[in-house]
């Protein structure tokens, strides 16, 4: 019998102890343009929506 499993967020956002905002997503690509000096983070479009509720959910109001 399959037991029903709440899903996860796939996205979380933190504050660190230095003060920085750190946005972590599961499954994501991520890469350094070492010449522009960039970062690239390559997420699926589905977690656009679980980004903006948690963007929502970080902010004060």
Do not use: W, Y
């Amino acid at each position: 019998m399959a037991e029903n499993q709440e899903e996860l967020p796939t996205v979380a956002i933190h504050l660190s102890q230095t003060g920085q905002v750190q946005i972590t997503f599961k499954d994501a690509i991520a890469a350094m343009d070492e010449v522009s000096g960039e970062a690239v983070l390559t997420i699926h479009a589905t977690q656009l929506d679980e980004l903006r509720d948690a963007v929502l959910q970080f902010l004060p109001a």
